[in-house]
């Protein structure tokens, strides 16, 4: 075991579930509480950690009937969409033992990550819920891209690919939190209106809606209840909108 695996694995526990779908008993890898060191956000609000990628364990997935949701949300599940679940995910889902494993890499990560968009898409999820399965695993393959080793020699081929899915899944998170916004009531994918509507100013900005992006950023900018990080992000983006803006002008 290398020595960033050894270290990871000193921050991470295995917290027991009991599935809402088969009523088994699971596992999943969890961050311990106050573990991780919190540095800083990325402009897409990414949550960077000097010694952990959190996102990686925020799925919970039963590999016996192949519910998979993310964490907060696991055990809140309607009767009817554990009809959906069980009907259009556990009929065709082929039942396994847990892999055994240290830690999950950023692979096994987006791996679960896809299943709980499948799971939250078949069982009729919220639009701020599958836009929030949607930025994270673009958070992840954003990861990915960062892991590839310069010493690989198709290192920039995999860069490539890993920022392009990245930005398809942001580009869907844009979409669903667009309705999300137009549709549901605040906290939406536990965001307040500031840092959701900076986010969309952001993905609108990734997308080249820039006039969309800069209707975002001003109601950001001039609202009293934005922090003080978030003026800061919202002006960033808007010194590099403003020319894009003027190029389209």
């Known amino acids: 075991m290398d020595d960033a695996i050894a270290k990871e694995k000193t921050l991470i526990l295995d917290r027991r579930y009991t599935c809402p779908i088969c009523d088994k008993q699971i596992r999943a890898k969890s961050v311990k509480s106050n573990s991780a060191k919190f540095v800083d956000t990325m402009a897409d609000l990414r949550p960077i ?6 996102t990686k ?3 919970v997935c039963c590999p016996n009937c192949g519910f998979a949701a993310l964490t907060k949300n696991f055990t809140t599940t309607t009767s009817i969409q554990r009809k959906l679940i069980h009907e259009q ?4 889902y082929k039942s396994h033992e847990e892999v055994e494993c240290d830690i999950y890499t950023t692979e096994v990560a987006i791996s679960r990550m896809k299943m709980v ?5 078949t069982k009729g999820g919220k639009e701020s819920e599958i836009g929030n399965v949607c930025v994270k695993i673009s958070w992840l393959y954003q990861s990915l891209a960062e892991e590839v080793s310069d010493d690989d020699p198709n290192a920039e081929e995999k860069r490539a690919m890993y920022i392009k899915e990245a930005d398809n899944a942001a580009l869907n998170a844009y979409e669903h939190l667009s309705k999300a916004r137009m549709t549901e009531d605040f906290p939406i994918a536990g965001m307040n209106e500031t840092t959701l509507d900076y986010l969309l100013a952001y993905y609108a900005y990734k997308k ?6 800069m209707q975002y950023l001003s109601g950001v900018v001039s609202n009293r209840n934005t922090t003080p990080r978030l003026k800061d992000k919202s002006l960033e983006l808007k010194d590099l909108v403003a020319p894009k803006l003027h190029e389209n002008q």
């Open 57 to 59: 364990y925020d799925a």
């Open 117 to 121: 968009l499948l799971c939250t898409v």
């Open 208 to 213: 080249g809606e820039y006039q969309t992006c």
């Open 49 to 54: 950690h000097n010694n952990i990628n959190v």
């Open 89 to 92: 995910i556990e009929a065709n």
